[in-house]
Every structure is written in C-alpha cells, then in structure tokens.
C-alpha cells in the first residue's frame, strides 16, 4: 500500500482506536486490578495483593471478615437460574409466535416485525414500570382478582417469579429476531421431503423443524442470557432487597458499602461468565459449520 | 382427520400469537390509559378522565387539591430531559461520525489488523452494561475527571461507536465499490469521491445509526446510573429515582409522553430503513 | 514494437510485471515482462482468453494496479506514483457504473465538476458529448430509467466529456446481444475518429478485435504474443497460439522431408503429405504450417497448387459459405469453408480433395 494510503488509513482508525482503548480496554485492565486490590477502611483502595476479592465471593473468610458464608454464592448462582429460566421463557413464547409471523402475507409479516421490535426502542425504564403496577399489592392483577370477588391478593411483586417476568418481558425482542430469522430460512419442501418419506408431522418437527432452527435458538438464547446475568435494573425495581443478583450486589458494592475491590471482583466473575458463553457459542458455530461441510 | 387437527393447530397458534402481542403491548396500554386517570389516590381504580397529571407534570394548575400535589419540582423533570437531550444529541453526532470512519476503514482497505479491529468493535456490545458502568468510574475517579456531562457522553461513545459501525458496514458491503472507482477514474481525489459517490450511497446507513445511536443515548440507564456523578441526571436515570421513591400519577404521564416520542422516532427509523437505495439497473430493459 | 504513427505514443509500457497470490498459494505472474507503445489516435485492441492479463494491463494505465515491475508513461511522464484520479486517463466499465444516484446530465458532466468548470461551460460539453453518442436531450433522466444499450452510451459520453488523453474500454459491449453490439462497434469506431484519441479497447472476441483496430495486441499468460495489424495477425499469426486463436485454422506439425526445385515435400506428423514453396523451409527441418479454411478449393484452379485427399466427414450450409470437414486416410480432420456451388451435389462418405497454393500456408515461427 503508498504511503499515502496508509496514512489516510491510520487517519480513519485513530479516533475509534483512542476512544476504546482509552475508555474502554484501559477502565477494563483497571478494574481487572482493582479486584485483587485490598479494600480502605472509608472507601478507596489499599494498594496491596489481595486475592480475597475472589474467595469472599464464593464465601471464604478471609481472616478479617465472616465465616464461611455462603450469601454471595447464593446471589450468584441465582442470577445463573434467573437467566437461564428468562432464556427457556423467552424462547417458549417466541418460538410459536415465529412460525405463526413466518407464514403471514409479506405485508402482515413486516408489521409483525415492527410491532415487536418497536417496544425495544421504547424506554427500558417504561416496560419495567408498567410490570411494577401490574403486579403491586394494589396494581391491576390484584385490583382485578378483587373486582372479580377473590380478596386474597396475590403476592407477586419483589418476588423471583416477577424478576423473572420483567427479564422475560425485556428481552423478547432480542430471542425474536434470530429465532425468527432462522424459521423464515425454513424450506417448505424439506417438510415435505420429511413427509414423502414416512415421518408423522410431531417426527417431521423434530428431526427436520426443530434442528434447522437450532442456530437462531443458539444465537437468540446467548442475546437474551448475557444481560439477563449481569441485569441489576429488574431486580432492583421488581425484586426489592429480597431478590438480589449479581448486578444489584455490584451496585451495591460500589456506590452503598464502597467496596470497590470486591465490585470489582463480582464483575471480573460476571465478565469470566460471558467470555465463557461466548467461548462456548463460539465453538458450537465451528461444529456445526464442520458438520454442514462434510455433508 | 389429519386435516381438521392441522386447522385446528393454525387457529390455536393465531390465538397464541394474538395473545402473545397483546402480552407485549398490555403494560404498555394500561400506563397510557392510566395517565388519563384522575383519581389521585389509587390510580388503578379508574374515576374518570383527565389531563391533570400532564398539567402537573408541566408545572400548570390542576383541580387537584393542595395535599394531593405529589410532583417533584419540574425543574428537576425539564432539567434532566435538557441534559439527556445534549448528551444524547453529542454522542450522536461523534458515534456516527467516527463509526462511520471506522467502517470506512476495515471495509475499503485490506490490512494486517482487520480481524483484531472486528473484534475489538464487537466487544463493547457484549459486554454486560453494568461491567462497563463500573470500569469507566472507576476510571474516571482514578484519573481525576469530574463526573458529569462529559463523562456520561464519553461512556456512551464508547459503546455507540460499535452500533454504528455495524450498521454502516453492512451498508457499505452492499454497494457497488466500481462506483468509486469510476469517481476516481474520472478525476475526483479520495475526499471528493467519498463526499459525492461513498456518502450518497451510505447514507440510509449513517442516518439509520444515527437514530438508533440517539434512542440508546437517550434511554440508556445502567451505565448513566454510574458515571453521572450528582449534579447532572438524564432522563431515565431521573425516572428511575422517581419511582424508588414511589409510585406516583405523574409518572404515568411522563411515561406516555416518552413512549409516543419513541414511536414516533422508530417510526421514522422504520421508514427510512424500507426506503431502497436508487441502484442503476432499477428499470433497465435490454 | 513501433508506434502507429510518428507523433510520440501517448501510453508507453516498459518491461510491465504484475504478480498476486493465488488462493492456493502460488505466485500467478499476470503480467510477465510487457513492453507495449499506443500512439496518440491509434485503436488498439487487447485480446485474449480469460485470465490472459489484459484487464490487469488495462488497470495498469488506468492506475487501479500498481506494477510490481516496469515503468508506465502517459504523453511522456511516469505514472508510477501517480494515482487513478490524477491521470489523463478515463475508462468505460463493463458494468457502466453509472452513478444511480445522479441524474445522466450530472454523471456525463462529472469528471468537470470535479475539476471546477463553469455551469454554462459544463452545461454545454455534456450536450455536446451526449450528442455525439446519440444520447441528446437525456439530461434530466436517472440511470434506472435507461436500457442496457443507453446506460453505455452514459459511460462512454461520461469518459469523453473532458477530452482525455486515452481512452480505456474494458469489454463495454460484452453484455449487449449480437446486433447491437455490431452497430456499437461501428459507432466506436466512428466515435474514436472523430475523436482523434487514442482508444485502448480491450475484448476477448477476435471478431470484435479484427473489425475494430488499428493494431491488435493478442495477449496469453501474462505475455504478449504478437502485436500487429489485423491483417498481418489473420494472415501471418506469429505463432500456434495466435493461429489457433484467430480465426480458424488447420495446424500442422510437418518435417521437410525433400526440397526440390523450390518445392518443399512436408510429412505431417499424422502421416499426411503436404507442400510449400517457402525459403525458409530446408531439409530436416521441423515446422508448424497453417491454412485457414477459406484457402482451399474444391478443384484445381490451376498451377501452382496442391491438394489434400481424403473422406468427406461432415458438410455444413452455414448461409453465406458451407463448411466442410474432410477426414484424410491418416485420420486427421480439416476444415474448408467453401464458396463453390458444386458443394451441393457432394454426400458424406465421397472421395473428396482439398486444393491450396502451395504459397499460401503459412509458416509459424518456430516450429513444432
């Protein structure tokens, strides 16, 4: 390349190039020490090795503190189940809503689309508020239950049950789209093909449908389990104090109790948790491309 | 009877899908209804309609009884909307601008890095909010930069650059590079040919990122919640205070106002997007 | 390699070298050491198959490939550092790549915005240049709105709007059908002379090539393989690959086995007994000899002529000629195209001869 082009090149690449390595890679490498860092008495940090950050999540003393307690693991491996049970719920309510938004004239399908992605441009803040006056001791379902003649209210909010329903909400655009995605790429005539040859329609879905939509399951569940991990916006408005997840102990940890090496740590964890997803998701697309090729 | 259990499956997956939007859009109604309700007590028995939360929402009278005037001050509510705004509009202008570039970049020049650029694009979409939240305050507290408008626009740069990019790269893959190399043949420098031919081209692409990196700005909370330090407040960060500390009617109100705002500019997303670009062998015959 | 005419040449093409790597790893020379002078109104025409390098040659001027070896001047300066927007130098696209965006007044009018002329000034060049392509009064349409046929003409005006030095065409009327294409041909051709610049026009059909040039450069793997006018490439192919590439031809590996009184007595590798008056022929020698179909005879037309003798295989009318396959007693095919009415009354299966003059076979250079 002249050397003309490669400066016109570098020219185009610097701006992008200073703002994430400054403000993104350097902030990341930051806090990736923080976490080994020991917490100040008032806040701040000691600069010292401290690899505690990391065994007081999973409930180890660490000589200054509590005894094995387990609280933390408890939190995390809440925020695993939450996420994955938002992923099965997201995808049981999209799955059969794609097929039936598949085989829509183009012009029903296209404003099917929109209309399911136009609550994605709507305000977060918004979505999850409406939740909060649904499901209040005095929110609509019990206001309805009551007009209906049943006064026991239900208990409903800050519960894990409405975390889960506020995540499942939010995040039905994101499984849509690539689950949608792969059912449109379905040919009809491997269905029939399926048919020619024997299988029942319950056979045909499994081993043909259900298969070809693997890769937009795939991608939807990894869209949708990635910020339901780390969300701490449901929780925080739907679940109260009493169900906490990774996200709200973060919080927590940095702007109420000020430990900041150990926020930190939480969220080195949190971020170990995506990368291994990834990672995972990853090396399934490799099989699969693999398998396809030797086909 | 194969037949009649198939029609009987396509009407149950149209009922299901019937109640599967209406599931998306029930929440969403009752707040616009429920702003309209003028029992200030509990507002989710309906007792007639009325616009007095929009009024008081905007610092007007209302038929309210003194005790019953809940609203935090509007200054507050105008203030936070201000600050969203610029924010919103800055980072828009510098995450298209240098998305835009960025694109540019991986998709008309061949060099060693291209993968490692892709990547590193990627990633601020990947990770989880709050992780970049954290990471950016406690940088900006360790280098000594005051929290505020600043900060909040350069946290989200940081990650809108990436939307962007994704966006005008698709834009540029799909367009016809001989074009460019006709500018060039016929004398245009490399700006000119960029400002007449590339830009044209693109430009649903720069347009379409820039909208959607102006709804993400303005709506974004987790990672505004932490680097916005105490003076300034967006929006949605305002909002998120306002119902910690209780459920109140006004928020209703704001609620639906901001609901229509984000129909309106998703709506234009929308257009703009199923707009086709004019490619020259449209109506050719022959 | 002499200019066509005796003004400098406007492009000059020393020793021109261009590699890439293949996807399998092996470096593929795209150009392997060209040396090649266009004059200032000359037509020259790049031929050959795909893959022979003459897109990469066409680029080369144009400046969209850089060489990796070798010099390239146009109207006498180095082109080496300069890039494509600051040459003299426009190219017609196979595609067109007409700006669908602009309307055709503004994507004709093109290469004057850029440099800045006057609105009155441009206004008329480009009524001019789509006058001149027969295009007038188009200004206010869009490329979508245009046939195939229209679109190119667009591209040309656009090309010819600011009178450059050269003009470079690469296969323009590859996607047009056969009538068209022959009427764009000739229009060319017209075009250029009135012009008076100087057109690089690049084809793999030999028709094409031999219709329209002045002088054509029939280019294979990277090499030129003769340069010359289109009579003298027809008629005198410099080798078997030009010969096999232009026109038909029958080719024939012979050895001189006798010469006698100017006569040279050829056995061709196949068994079958030609001859040739030729002073390059001796003895011993090991030669290629070509006769094209058009050459042979049905009957003698007199002295000087000698005949090929066999089966007739196959013959063909084909509207203005009949074409004839003749299978000699060795098994080699040849191809005549014949005139003569007396084809009309021949089967498959005659005995049939084949006359040509014995100075009308052409000797290739170098031999089997």
């Not at chain 1, 082009?5 to 020219?11: C, D, N, T």
């Not at chain 1, 990736?32 to 701040?44: C, D, H």
């Not at chain 1, 090496?261 to 990672?279: K, S």
């Not at chain 3, 009155?120 to 200004?139: C, D, H, S």
Request: with cysteine; proline share 5%; aromatic share 10%.
């Amino acid at each position: 390349m002249l050397i003309r082009e490669r400066l016109r090149l570098v020219g185009l690449l610097t701006p992008v190039t200073l703002i994430i390595g400054l403000f993104f890679l350097a902030p990341l490498a930051i806090m990736a020490v923080y976490s080994l860092l020991e917490p100040g008495l008032y806040g701040g940090v000691e600069w010292s090795f401290y690899p505690d950050n990391f065994g007081r999540v999973l409930g180890w003393a660490d000589g200054t503190n509590e005894d094995f307690d387990p609280v933390y693991l408890e939190i995390i491996l809440r925020s695993f189940k939450l996420a994955a049970l938002t992923v099965l719920a997201t995808l049981a309510l999209c799955y059969p809503a794609a097929f039936w938004v598949a085989r829509q004239p183009e012009r029903m399908r296209n404003f099917c689309l929109f209309l399911i992605t136009l609550p994605f441009f709507t305000s977060l803040i918004v979505r999850l508020y409406a939740w909060l006056l649904i499901l209040r001791p005095s929110g609509f379902i019990n206001t309805t239950l009551l007009a209906l003649g049943i006064h026991s209210p239900v208990e409903l909010i800050y519960t894990e049950t409405a975390v889960l329903i506020g995540m499942t909400y939010i995040f039905i655009p994101f499984m849509f789209m690539p689950v949608y995605a792969s059912v449109e790429k379905l040919d009809k005539r491997l269905l029939e093909a399926s048919a020619d040859l024997g299988a029942s329609r319950w056979q045909s879905f499994w081993k043909v449908i259900f298969p070809l939509t693997l890769p937009g399951i795939a991608a939807g569940s990894i869209i949708v389990f990635i910020p339901s991990l780390g969300n701490f916006i449901v929780p925080s408005l739907l679940g109260g104090a009493r169900v906490l997840m990774i996200g709200s102990l973060v919080e927590q940890q940095f702007l109420a109790a000020r430990n900041w090496p150990f926020g930190a740590a939480l969220a080195m964890l949190l971020m170990a948790a995506v990368l291994v997803c990834l990672v995972l998701y990853v090396l399934a697309q490799g099989r699969n491309s693999a398998q396809e090729a030797s086909r | 009877m194969n037949a009649l259990l198939a029609r009987l499956g396509r009407r149950l997956l149209g009922g299901y899908s019937l109640a599967f939007f209406v599931f998306l859009y029930l929440p969403i109604g009752l707040i616009v209804a429920y702003s309209f309700n003028s029992n200030p007590i509990n507002m989710m028995i309906w007792d007639g309609f009325s616009l007095d939360w929009y009024r008081s929402l905007f610092g007007l009278s209302t038929n309210l009884s003194e005790n019953a005037l809940y609203v935090e001050s509007t200054d507050q509510l105008l203030a936070a909307l201000r600050t969203s705004l610029v924010v919103a509009l800055t980072t828009t202008a510098i995450s298209t601008v240098i998305g835009t570039l960025t694109a540019l970049a991986l998709a008309r020049y061949r060099f060693r890095l291209q993968k490692f650029y892709r990547v590193l694009l990627f990633m601020p979409m990947l990770m989880p909010d709050i992780v970049l939240g954290i990471a950016l305050l406690i940088f900006f507290v360790g280098a000594g930069m005051p929290l505020g408008k600043g900060s909040i626009i350069i946290g989200h740069c940081t990650f809108l650059i990436s939307y962007v990019f994704l966006i005008v790269s698709a834009r540029l893959a799909g367009m016809d590079t001989r074009l460019e190399e006709a500018s060039a043949d016929l004398g245009a420098s490399p700006w000119t040919t960029f400002r007449r031919v590339t830009l044209p081209q693109i430009l649903p692409g720069v347009i379409g990122g820039a909208l959607l990196a102006f709804i993400i700005s303005m709506d974004d909370l987790v990672i505004t919640y932490f680097i916005a330090g105490v003076d300034s407040t967006t929006l949605p960060v305002f909002i998120y205070g306002m119902i910690r500390r209780g459920i109140k009617p006004e928020i209703n109100a704001i609620a639906t106002l901001l609901l229509i705002a984000s129909l309106l500019i998703a709506a234009l997303g929308l257009y703009l997007r199923n707009r086709k670009p004019a490619t020259s062998k449209d109506d050719a015959h022959g | 390699m002499t200019a066509f005419t005796h003004t400098a040449p406007v492009v000059e093409i020393r020793g021109a070298v261009k590699h890439y790597r293949a996807p399998e790893g092996h470096l593929v020379r795209a150009l392997d050491g060209l040396d090649l002078a266009v004059g200032a109104n000359e037509f020259v025409t790049l031929l050959g198959p795909s893959g022979c390098g003459k897109t990469t040659l066409l680029r080369t001027i144009s400046g969209f490939e850089r060489l990796d070896g070798g010099d390239l001047l146009i109207q006498g300066q180095s082109m080496n550092h300069v890039p494509p927007h600051r040459r003299p130098v426009h190219t017609v696209f196979q595609s067109y790549a007409l700006f669908p965006h602009m309307s055709i007044g503004d994507n004709v009018g093109y290469a004057l915005d850029v440099r800045g002329v006057a609105k009155a000034e441009k206004r008329q060049r480009v009524g001019q240049a789509l006058e001149m392509v027969g295009l007038a009064g188009m200004e206010r349409r869009k490329p979508g709105q245009l046939s195939g046929g229209q679109q190119q003409r667009v591209a040309l005006a656009r090309a010819i709007v600011d009178r450059p030095a050269l003009l470079l065409l690469d296969e323009p009327l590859s996607a047009l059908d056969r009538q068209l294409r022959q009427a764009m041909q000739r229009e060319l051709k017209n075009l250029q002379h009135e012009l008076g610049i100087a057109f690089v026009f690049v084809t793999h059909d030999q028709e094409e090539a031999l219709t329209m040039s002045d002088r054509i450069v029939v280019l294979n793997g990277g090499h030129i393989q003769q340069i010359g006018a289109p009579a003298e490439i027809y008629h005198r192919p410099a080798n078997a690959f030009v010969a096999g590439f232009i026109g038909e031809s029958n080719l024939f590996d012979v050895h001189v086995g006798s010469v006698d009184d100017g006569i040279a007595y050829l056995l061709d590798s196949g068994g079958d007994l030609l001859q040739a008056c030729h002073p390059d022929l001796h003895v011993g020698q090991h030669a290629q000899l070509m006769l094209r179909p058009e050459q042979f005879h049905l009957h003698c037309p007199g002295e000087g002529f000698a005949a090929l003798e066999g089966c007739l295989e196959q013959l063909l009318f084909i509207g203005k000629d009949f074409e004839l396959l003749l299978r000699t007693s060795h098994g080699r095919l040849v191809k005549a195209v014949l005139r003569d009415a007396a084809p009309q009354r021949l089967r498959t299966g005659d005995n049939v001869q084949l006359w040509y003059g014995l100075q009308a076979a052409h000797l290739i250079p170098g031999g089997a």
